[in-house]
């Protein structure tokens, strides 16, 4: 089909427009091959002809269909151009308010200038894990996409952020970085995502400024590497910037601004930190309040300072480093305003005072006197000399602002390496993804050097995009097997080489540079010398200072002025020498040289696209355009080893108002940015792309009847494609899609709005014609009826007169008569008749009654002896279960008193063994009281020598001094005065001495009291150790009268089984007369069956009405021999198997008929079972009689034995409490003669001496004590072998009564058989047995001649009932003693402390829900834990109720932790937690929980401890397993709920399928998966609601888990609504109300309508109304204000928004009427979020459910394998 065939009437055109671009225009003529004018119809009513030339026609491009426009994808645009793209950015972002479109693999983003409520952390965990295309165009998808590729191939992945400054590139880039922080949560205790995101702030305020198109513009190029490891979680970031804008650091435009930071600064100079830095406001420093404007609408500066420095916290950054930064930038700030003046012509100078200065120096620490010279003068070397020039005052101000550019770079560049460190983390790196903010195409009025480096960076990544496209394209085509056919786009590289390439631009200009006197001029003049032949270059014609180059976006002109010197960047080399000898450290480092390094630190190595151009001279390496080239070489290299995702910011006005759209700006941009290259690559090959499946779906309209039925839908597509198009090159058939050129699929769209338009014009008609003739029939109809009335009038009118009125009067009267005549007659015969009917009647009535009368009676007598018989039996059975409960709880008891005994017996041994320790304890004592008195007694020996020493010195002097008083006088006073001196001393000596007597008396004394404490404390240990001898002897003696008690009733008991031995052999004697009767019985019976065949033959020709009563006798005479003979060989069975075959079992058995169980054979079989058990019941008896006897005589022995012992044992016990009597006597003297050491002395070895004869007797008693534990030890070990080896033997025993038992129940299975058999042939009879209605009478008689013989039976079966009472007894002796269940129960089990650990492991760690809930009840677990808990509280055992209490609880966690996933087990357990939960409750005790117990759980209620706390643990855990139960539901669900609510169509003949663009092609599409339906849903929802009902869970919890997953469901529905545009139309309103309606269905159901489950899906159902109802005129508006309740108004306003029509008779929702209904809404409450919480989780309770189960009638299953759990 050729092109300008497509340009028909009402089809529509774009043509260009100076003001809006493109405009609109209807086509209303057709255009035909030759014309040489298109008429058209502008939107203003005006008709233009548009010329076109015949020989090469250029008709305007067309417009698509409305269905198309607002597409979220570009590329799914039937006619893809310029004027298509605009208007559809334009309807998005103006009508829908939607600001992310895809245009193919680039995601264009228009900046609202409003904040929107997209960027939650709700929304980003909606695009977590989905396909880029199934959602709305989002930054958060892009990202995912990048994520997911990342994981996917193991590559590493780039995000490409470009556009004009205010055009939202920073918060683009910085919303991926949040997306990845969220998503990607690292597992390290350093929190590296908030450390990526924490840098954002940083470099913000140190990078960006206010410009008049943005508050926020990044004066620098960013690419952050974020690195991930190999679970994909962030281990780190690096950050590499380019080409910083320095030269805003000293000049600004005007109503623009300086980098935040210093603005932020001069915000906080009142605050104590800042003081230091003399900073001043904003206004009053040069390099900030240049451009006029020092604040920003709705900033503050102050907040943004306080968070840059918790940043500068969060990412490690100390407060010295931080204050550093602040005086660099305080001291930049002040050299802004340093004044330098002019001292000449060629001459300037700095004031010496200058305060601005002098702050200068002193924050930096540098030299005022060298930088001030420094400033103004200059050094020139030169060969022979070196020559200081001064500067005029222009060169030092641009020497001033040189230092404080360069100074600012340094500082920007130290802050980023601080931070690359700050986020760099041990451990490798596994991938990256890079996210790169640079600024898009620039051009202005002036451009310099700034622009031109922007824009060669532009040319680069263009080239790299266009590459990246063309590879895409290829590869979709050869992923479908479309022949690929070359296509030409645009290749930028000759503009790249003009650039770069030797003698280029770049080349030039650092050549230039080299030169001294080189200028920009001349630098120009060599541009035109070497690049005029270029197409590419030009020469402007009216400026002699500029040159054009022509790039891929559009023609720039720059201006060559400050080219030189922004390339060179020179600084003095004084300058840098006093920066470099700078006190301050920190601003020293910025000048230091750097070393060269020649290894690269990145890990990744990558090949560039095409390789670098080296300059020729090394020096020209530092030149900022080197710098940028190299740095974007590698940034190149970069991307070229990434997957690269475009993101493109458009800025849609220049105002900044919010969703404003200039048309001419955005075209500008979209044709710098690349959008519009791809369109064209797209445009030239196939641009449109439908699977088969959405052909199908939307197509199938156009499809015939034939062509439908064909069950190959992709043959289908071909043939209906074939069809429709003729020309095979405008479609291609590929593996999975269907590929159309432009147009195409407007032009199917026409064909199907016209067939569309053609079936509702048919649909039309009919529908008219319907009514028209409807309406013409009700007019027919009414006037018939009219006529026939009007011609009655007046025939009446006509024939009325007298005679005839007498006539007509006659004639009634006539009738009158004849009819009551009539009647009279009628009435009689009826009456006659119903009284002959009644008559009759009432006898048959009467006959019936009297007959079941009868029949009831006869039933009665029959149920009287069948009853009596039954009690009997039962009263008997039970007889034999308590005679041989008792005798096996006495074994048992037997076996635990020896038991016991033996316990005690090492119990006596271990008190023996403690005794001798005290003993061996109280000698040691004693010895060291000895030692002590030793050493008090030398001590007072060595005192009393010393001062006997003393007297006698004294003596001798006094006999001295009296010799020489005489001889010498003179000296008596001196002799006196030293005697008096001597006398002092000694007196003070013997004081001494004596104090040291009186301490160590004392210290004999405490250990005087220490001994006789001890004393006293062995004497009350002994005579506590006497008395539980004398009560064990004493219990010994009450074991001893037991086991006395114990032997007679064993004698008892054997006596009793000589008698049942007696009696078996009388009854084994009867069995001849047995066999008699039955054969007796068996005459009967066939004689009784010839009677009735010979009357049945008689009575063939009779016929009464008596069936009833007839057939009830029959039955009644036939069963009674049957019954009669089953029960005699039932009982005989029953006696072989032991009791095995229970009561139903017997039952069943008489229920049949039992003429085989009557043969000879089966009766010897029988007679010979009766004779061997009767011998194995002998013999058992004479084992265990012999037995008995010889466990009697040893118990006899063990008595006596232990009796002697504890004789021994008290003698030994008092003579022990004897010595210690006179321990107590001795160490009571010793206190009395306290001050008589000698004496103590003796005393104490007195004691010794009888201490050692103490331990002397002791050890003695303790050695015989030992012989004789080892005796009884030795007899005890030898009747435990002689026991086993009795245990051993009845095994061998129980084993062949087993064989026999397996024997008869083989026979027994062969008997059913056969009754069954009998019972079909009695079947067979009972249709015989019909015809024998009428001879009761005759049987009447032979009924009581059978009653007769009935009661001959009954006394048959009591003499039955005794054997069988005999054989039951011997068998039960045959076997092994085992604990039997009691009658009465308690509800309580019982079980061992060291058993516990099995009990936890068996009934929680190791138990399987599925093979608990098939057999057992539910909730049997927390019984059983229950009623374990239960016997802890009855024995008042406090540490068993909290080991075992605590043991539940942490099994039910570790089990909860171990099985987090197991849907199954969770529910299981939450059903247990619960039961145990109301179990601990119910039987509290608590009046609140005791309402609804019966008198019996009253009575079980726990007695001793009070449970609640754990009750609490219980609750809190319970809502712990319920929580995690919820989430498990969740995750199965949440991915079958969009797919099953939204995708899934539901209605047939309902399409929403919509034309999908690139990005839906771009996913796993190929990979087929199964379909999630609505059904999907119910169906896990029932499998869900099955399992925990059958787990036994209580209704209540039920219902709140149930309301919870309908939330989910409804939330998250909603949720993919909002974010999905395509969702949004009328079609998919119905098919969301559907699947609700069988959820709704689902929920009556299960009966769940109280949970209040429907309410929770209430926002879902008012979106699909929304979505539903008309949205036009003002009543709308109020309607959905009134309804919409449970949706917000963001809500309300983002889905009428983002409302698409499927089909052009539907409309657009208008602006104007959403702005209607925002007014409406604008005083509503509630939230202001556009998503739904999907994780919010509704309160859960645990309502109290008091059970009805009664504990007492619980038995514990042998599956759980709890066999030493014993019921109480």
């Not at 043509?15 to 225009?25: M, N, P």
């Not at 929980?1489 to 643990?1513: H, V």
């Amino acid at each position: 089909m050729a092109l300008w065939e497509l340009y028909t009437e009402y089809n529509r055109v774009w043509i260009a427009d100076a003001e809006h671009v493109w405009k609109s225009a209807e086509i209303i003529r057709n255009f035909h091959s030759g014309d040489a004018v298109l008429e058209l119809l502008l939107e203003d009513g005006t008709k233009q002809h548009y010329p076109v030339d015949p020989s090469k026609p250029q008709l305007p491009p067309l417009r698509n269909p409305d269905i198309l426009v607002g597409e979220n994808d570009l590329t799914a645009l039937s006619y893809l151009h310029e004027p298509a793209v605009l208007h559809n950015l334009k309807v998005r972002f103006v009508e829908s308010r939607i600001i992310y479109t895809y245009c193919g693999i680039i995601l264009v983003a228009v900046n609202p200038y409003k904040q929107l409520h997209i960027y939650g952390d709700a929304i980003i965990h909606a695009y977590s894990g989905q396909n880029m295309g199934d959602m709305d165009p989002h930054i958060f998808a892009v990202a995912e996409e990048a994520y997911k590729q990342m994981a996917r191939n193991y590559k590493n992945q780039s995000i490409i952020v470009s556009g004009e400054s205010g055009a939202g590139k920073t918060v683009s880039a910085r919303y991926a970085m949040r997306y990845f922080a969220v998503v990607s949560k690292s597992g390290s205790k350093t929190r590296v995502e908030d450390k990526v995101l924490a840098s954002n702030p940083i470099t913000e305020a140190i990078g960006n400024a206010k410009t008049t198109r943005n508050d926020n513009s990044s004066r620098f190029g960013k690419y952050t590497e974020i690195s991930f490891d190999k679970r994909y979680r962030i281990t780190g970031a690096n950050m590499r910037t380019y080409l910083l804008e320095k030269s805003r650091v000293i000049f600004q435009a005007d109503n623009e601004r300086n980098y935040h930071i210093f603005y932020q600064m001069c915000s906080c100079a009142h605050l104590p930190e800042f003081k230091n830095l003399r900073l001043l406001s904003a206004d009053k420093f040069r390099y900030t309040c240049m451009g006029g404007e020092i604040a920003i609408e709705g900033v503050d500066d102050k907040k943004d300072m306080e968070e840059t420095q918790r940043t500068f916290s969060l990412l490690g950054l100390t407060e010295v480093f931080q204050s550093d930064v602040f005086k660099v930038l305080a001291a930049i700030l002040h050299l802004g305003n340093v004044e330098i003046r002019s001292s000449g012509s060629d001459k300037s100078s700095v004031p010496p005072s200058d305060p601005h200065m002098l702050v200068f120096c002193e924050l930096l620490g540098v030299s005022a006197d060298g930088l001030v010279r420094w400033l103004c003068h200059r050094r020139i070397v030169l060969v022979a000399e070196t020559v200081v020039k001064p500067v005029p005052k222009e060169r030092a101000v641009n020497a001033r602002d040189a230092l404080a550019k360069q100074i600012y770079a340094h500082l920007f560049d130290c802050i980023i390496n601080r931070i690359n460190r700050a986020l760099q983390v041990a451990g490798k790196q596994h991938t990256f993804i890079g996210v790169l903010d640079i600024y898009g195409f620039e051009t202005f009025d002036i451009n310099s050097f700034e622009q031109f480096c922007i824009n060669y960076a532009n040319e680069k990544l263009q080239q790299q995009f266009n590459l990246h496209v063309f590879k895409l394209e290829q590869e979709e085509y050869m992923k479908e097997d479309i022949p690929w056919t070359l296509i030409d786009f645009y290749d930028n590289q000759p503009v790249i080489d003009l650039i770069e390439a030797k003698m280029g631009i770049l080349d030039l200009l650092d050549e230039e540079c080299l030169f001294p006197q080189g200028t920009d001029q001349s630098w120009l003049q060599k541009l035109f010398t070497y690049l005029e032949p270029s197409p590419l270059f030009e020469k402007p014609k009216l400026s002699s200072e500029a040159f054009v180059i022509q790039h891929f976006a559009d023609k720039v002109e720059y201006q060559c002025r400050g080219f030189l010197e922004k390339n060179r960047d020179t600084l003095y080399e004084e300058l840098v020498d006093i920066m470099r000898d700078s006190k301050f450290p920190f601003l020293a480092n910025f000048f230091q040289e750097e070393e060269k390094s020649t290894a690269n630190s990145k890990s990744i190595k990558v090949r560039p696209a095409r390789p670098g151009v080296k300059p020729a001279n090394k020096q020209l390496r530092t030149s900022v355009g080197d710098k940028f080239s190299s740095s974007l070489s590698l940034l190149m290299e970069t991307l070229n080893a990434t997957t690269p995702h475009y993101v493109r910011c458009i800025k849609p006005n220049d105002e900044k108002l919010p969703f404003e759209y200039d048309s001419r700006r955005v075209v500008q941009q979209l044709r710098a940015c690349g959008v519009l290259e791809t369109i064209r690559i797209s445009a030239q090959s196939y641009p449109s792309r439908w699977t088969y499946i959405e052909f199908y779906s939307r197509y199938s309209i156009l499809m015939s009847h034939q062509e439908a039925d064909l069950n190959d839908r992709k043959q289908t597509c071909k043939n209906v494609l074939q069809r429709l198009i003729q020309d095979p090159n405008q479609y291609k058939f590929g593996r999975t899609k269907i590929f159309f050129r432009a147009g195409q699929v407007a032009y199917l769209e026409k064909l199907r709005l016209d067939r569309l338009r053609g079936a509702c014009v048919t649909i039309q008609k009919h529908i008219r014609g319907w009514s028209q003739r409807r309406k013409y029939l009700r007019i027919r109809e009414a006037a018939i009826i009219l006529q026939e009335y009007i011609r009655g009038k007046r025939t009446v009118r006509k024939t009325v007169s007298a005679a005839t009125l007498k006539q007509a009067w006659a004639s009634v009267v006539i009738q009158r008569h004849w009819r009551g005549y009539r009647m009279r007659q009628i009435y009689q015969v009826v009456h006659l008749a119903t009284v002959t009917i009644q008559a009759f009647t009432r006898g048959w009535v009467a006959r019936k009654q009297h007959k079941k009368m009868v029949e009831e009676q006869k039933a009665l007598v029959l149920q009287k002896y069948a009853r009596a018989w039954l009690a009997r039996r039962r009263f008997q059975t039970m007889r034999r279960l308590v005679l041989n409960v008792q005798l096996s709880y006495r074994v048992q008891q037997l076996r635990k008193k020896i038991e016991e005994q033996n316990k005690e017996n090492r119990g006596l041994m271990e008190r023996l063994t403690s005794v001798a320790n005290s003993h061996s304890q109280t000698t040691d004592r004693l010895q060291g009281l000895e030692a002590q008195l030793e050493k008090l007694t030398n001590q007072k020996a060595s005192l009393e020598a010393r001062e006997k020493k003393a007297k006698e010195d004294a003596s001798l002097t006094i006999a001295q001094l009296q010799k020489e008083k005489d001889a010498v006088n003179l000296e008596k006073q001196n002799l006196e005065r030293k005697f008096e001196a001597s006398t002092k001393e000694s007196k003070e000596s013997f004081d001494q001495i004596k104090r040291n007597l009186l301490e160590e008396k004392e210290n004999e004394a405490r250990l005087r009291k220490i001994a006789e404490n001890n004393t006293e404390m062995l004497k009350q240990d002994h005579e506590r150790e006497v008395e539980t001898l004398k009560e064990e002897v004493k219990r010994l003696k009450e074991e001893r009268v037991s086991l006395q008690r114990k032997m007679e009733e064993g004698g008892q008991v054997n006596s009793d089984l000589q008698d049942q031995v007696v009696q078996l052999t009388k009854h084994v004697k009867v069995i001849p007369e047995l066999r008699r009767d039955l054969n007796n019985l068996q005459n009967q019976r066939n004689n009784m069956d010839r009677k009735m065949k010979q009357q049945s033959e008689q009575a063939r020709g009779k016929g009464f009405d008596c069936d009833n009563f007839i057939s009830v006798t029959y039955n009644t005479l036939m069963m009674i021999p049957e019954y009669f003979s089953a029960v005699k060989m039932n009982d005989i069975t029953r006696q072989l198997l032991g009791g095995v075959v229970e009561e139903e079992v017997l039952l069943g058995l008489t229920s049949g008929n039992s003429e085989e169980m009557c043969e000879v054979e089966d009766l010897l079989e029988a007679f010979d079972s009766l004779q061997k058990a009767t011998r194995i019941l002998e013999n058992h008896q004479r084992e265990q009689k012999e037995s008995h006897e010889t466990q009697v005589e040893g118990l006899k022995l063990k008595v006596d034995h232990l009796q002697n012992e504890n004789s021994k044992l008290q003698d030994l016990f008092q003579e022990k409490s004897d010595i210690n009597e006179n321990i107590r006597q001795e160490v009571s003297r010793l206190s009395s003669e306290n001050s008589v050491i000698p004496e103590l002395k003796l005393q104490v070895s007195e004691l010794q001496r009888q201490k050692q004869e103490l331990e002397t007797h002791v050890e003695e008693q303790s050695r015989e004590l030992t012989e004789k534990t080892e005796e009884i030890a030795h007899v005890l070990q030898k009747k435990i072998k002689e026991e086993s080896s009795q245990r051993r033997h009845f095994e061998e025993k129980v084993e062949e009564l087993e064989e026999l038992k397996r024997e008869l129940l083989g026979q027994i299975e062969e008997l059913e058989e056969e009754n069954d058999h009998l019972k079909r042939q009695q079947l067979m009879e009972s249709e015989a047995r019909s015809k024998l209605r009428q001879e009761a009478s005759r049987l009447t008689a032979e009924n009581m001649d059978f009653e007769e013989l009935l009661d001959q039976k009954d006394r048959l079966i009591k003499k039955l009932q005794n054997q069988i009472k005999s054989l039951e007894t011997s068998q039960k002796a045959k076997q092994t003693p085992a604990p039997a269940i009691p009658k009465d129960y308690l509800g309580m089990l019982e079980y061992k402390r060291e058993d516990e650990p099995r009990l936890i492991q068996n009934i929680i760690l190791d138990l399987k829900p599925r093979g608990v809930v098939v057999n057992m009840i539910p909730g049997l677990p927390a019984y059983i834990l229950f009623m374990c808990v239960r016997h802890a509280d009855f024995l008042n055992d406090e540490t068993k109720l909290k080991s075992i209490m605590n043991a539940i609880i942490g099994a039910v966690k570790k089990i909860i932790m171990t099985h987090q996933k197991d849907f199954e087990l969770l529910s299981f357990w939450l059903s247990n937690t619960y039961h145990l939960l109301n179990c601990l409750k119910q039987y509290s005790g608590e009046e609140e929980f005791m309402k609804q117990s019966t008198p019996r759980q009253k009575k079980n209620c726990l007695q001793n401890f009070d449970l609640s706390e754990y009750r609490q643990i219980l609750s809190d855990l319970a809502i712990h397993i319920y929580h995690q139960f919820i989430t498990i539901m969740e995750k199965s669900l949440t991915p079958a709920i969009v797919p099953g609510m939204l995708e899934h169509e539901s209605l047939q003949g309902i399409s929403s399928m919509k034309p999908t663009g690139f990005r839906k092609r771009s996913n796993s599409i190929y990979e087929d998966s199964e379909t999630c339906t609505i059904s999907s849903i119910v169906q896990q929802l029932s499998v869900f609601h099955s399992t925990m009902s059958q787990h036994g869970m209580e209704q209540g919890l039920i219902k709140q888990a149930v309301k919870q997953l309908f939330f989910v469901v409804g939330a998250t529905t909603l949720n993919s609504i909002m974010l999905r545009k395509d969702m949004c139309s009328c079609r998919k309103g119905m098919q969301i109300r559907c699947n609700i309606s069988y959820l709704e269905e689902w929920v009556k159901e299960k009966e769940l309508q109280s949970s209040n489950a429907i309410d929770t899906l209430r926002p879902l159902s008012q979106a699909a109304w929304l979505l539903q109802v008309n949205k036009s005129t003002d009543d709308d508006a109020k309607e959905i204000t009134e309804k919409c309740t449970e949706l917000n108004p963001v809500q309300i306003v983002k889905i009428l928004n983002s409302y698409t029509p499927i089909d052009d008779f539907e409309k657009r929702v208008t602006s104007s009427f959403v702005r209607k209904v925002q007014s409406l809404l604008q005083d509503r409450d509630g939230s202001s979020q556009l998503m739904l919480d999907s994780d919010y989780r509704f309160q859960v309770t645990f309502p109290f459910c008091p059970s009805s189960q009664a504990l007492e009638l619980l038995q514990v299953p042998s599956s759980l394998h709890l066999g030493f759990l014993t019921r109480i």
